[in-house]
């Protein structure tokens, strides 16, 4: 089976940087996503990764420890329009499956 | 380039009650998928179609919940009758590799 684990709320000043971590456990592993998700909208794609490491993407950065199954997304100079739920997904050997998304908010 | 379609966008019914949902993919995708997304949790995968055919519907609770893609390309999902549990968003995706969502339908059942 899978599992998937992420913070359920978080809270970070604008213009700070934020670090949201996901740990996951998986059969097969064929990426990890991350996704954005305002209230009341459908998740956008943020970023995907299938190999080790940082990638960077403007002001959101994600990475992938696929020995520790660990990820996370960085945001950075945190903007009031950032405030949405971040869901970590995994692909392993079943379809994509989703974690129950970090709600962040980010505060003046 | 257009996105993934969804109608009705808001529906509301009594339990019990039959419910279909419309959803039309991003072209060329060959890949749909139906979630249902519960408030305050991640989506969950329901049914996901290779162009007409089922790969994997291991979430569908299929005692209550149909979908079909009969020509490859537009899906419905039908719900007969329908439970108080089953009040959600319905989120429709298409994928050449990234998944791209529609905009859900969210369905209300008293």
């Known amino acids: 089976g899978q599992n998937i684990d992420q913070p359920t709320e978080m809270t970070a000043t604008e213009g700070a940087i934020v670090q949201i971590n996901c740990t996951y456990q998986?059969?097969?592993?064929?990426?990890l996503f991350w996704y954005q998700q305002h209230a009341g909208e459908a998740p956008t794609f943020l970023s995907y990764?299938?190999?080790?490491g940082l990638e960077e993407k403007g002001r959101f950065s994600s990475f992938l420890s696929r020995s520790k199954g660990y990820s996370y997304l960085l945001l950075k100079e945190l903007q009031m329009k950032d405030s949405a739920s971040y869901l970590c997904a995994v692909r392993g050997n079943t379809p994509l499956v989703f974690g129950k998304g970090t709600r962040l908010s980010v505060i003046a | 380039e257009a996105g993934v379609a969804q109608s009705p966008r808001y529906k509301i019914i009594e339990k019990r009650q039959s419910v279909a949902f419309w959803c039309n993919p991003i072209s060329g995708h060959a890949t749909l998928y139906w979630y249902q997304q519960i408030l305050g949790q991640g989506p969950k995968l329901l049914i996901q179609?290779?162009?007409?055919?089922?790969?994997?519907d291991s979430q569908l609770p299929k005692d209550r919940f149909s979908a079909e893609r009969l020509k490859g390309v537009d899906s419905t999902l039908k719900i007969q009758p329908a439970k108080l549990e089953d009040s959600a968003v319905y989120l429709c995706a298409s994928s050449l590799n990234e998944q791209f969502f529609g905009p859900g339908t969210r369905l209300t059942v008293l």
């Open positions: 998986t059969s097969g592993f064929n990426g």
């Open positions: 179609f290779q162009n007409n055919g089922v790969v994997d």
């Open positions: 990764n299938v190999l080790d």
